[in-house]
């Protein structure tokens, strides 16, 4: 292992450490992914953290849809809940894909910072590479905004025809979602610093802005309403 | 697979359920363990679901330390952050442990739930087997409140004398905490609704107040001082 390498974020090691595989992070089993988040290793880091709780949270929702569509008592509500339902899976599997991808976008920055910088052309090239690196790493956290940011958007509906005896798991789903949010928008931001590019970043920054509002309203609105009735219950 | 019973909070099967095995939850893989959170099986809940996301906090932190610790650049830092360190691993197996025994808990409770009604004796046994049954998984949440509550207090240490480069990583360990403590909360409530013991209830209402309070006073001013810092950068 070489000397490590400053990118704003983690330190990162030249690129011999990235010739080792990186393992699909979903599929270690709980215990072994918090192990190798808590750990020296560069991956996987806040961005796929974010992205594993954004995925708890449409779960969470996804278990009181399961709770309502098929139950007798609550069939009205089928119409309703079947289509939260599907959406909520769509979306933790995409979150599931970006908890796993953020460790390879993370691995390309590194190999970016890795490149040859002895000739001006070389530079050039590693200095135009790490920038390309680094917007694709923001994508990875700019897509767990908005899958989280469409998630929330179906919890109300949760709220006014699932299960009621799950109602603390609308809650929690919800604010699980707005944290999961908030995280992946700080390591977009983290990626932004060593970003060059001012109306990428701004058109960035405006889109996460809207996205936001909409998230942190919807969150507050069906985490207070949870609130009420698990205290009235 | 019985009749289901309404223990105040998901729909539980009866005894026959709890027969079989469960699985250790933090063992299965990450994709597992959401899939089966998604799922109509009782368990796992938002319990197991807030000490999940408080480990991933509290790995997050390590992280921090690990990326400080050993690293000759921060020499100074080592011995403000190793004993750090060491306890934010210990509150992460205590946070897994109690994502497992979540669903042990609340195993329990479906069991009582289930036990025979049909003299006034059975009926009195049964009733009072739910109550202990009930405080018994109401533990679960609490622990993981005590559990956050403190792994947040460390990371003040960490945004002192932490590696800068992962600054990032300190606040979003803040955000998961602060999270996890109040989706324990809700948990705990949810319990509450059911559980007849006044005093017992009154008494660890304001234990959980008082540290909700320290809990998101600190994990804000930590959120605030990342923030401030990642846009600095």
Redesign the interface.
Known sequence: MGR?V?C????IAPRDRYRRPIPV???????E???R????EPTP??GS??G??A??G???G??VA??TV??EKYRDAWEHVAPVLAQ??AH?DRL?DL?DRDADAYAQVGAAYGMAKDTDEQKAARAEAIQEALKAAASVPLGVCEEVAAALELLPVLLLHG?P?????V???A??G??AF??AW??V??NF?SIKDEAYKARMRKHLEDLMALAENTAVAV?DE??RR??G?
């Open positions: 490590s400053d704003g974020q983690r330190m992070l979903t599929q270690l089993t709980v215990r992914y918090t192990a988040l808590a750990s020296g880091g806040g953290g974010a594993l709780v995925a708890l449409a779960a969470l996804e278990m399961n709770f098929g139950k909520l899976t933790r599931l908890t299960n005896n799950l109602v603390s798991d809650g929690v789903a604010e699980l707005e944290a908030r995280c700080l390591n931001e983290i610093a985490w949870t609130v698990v205290r219950a």
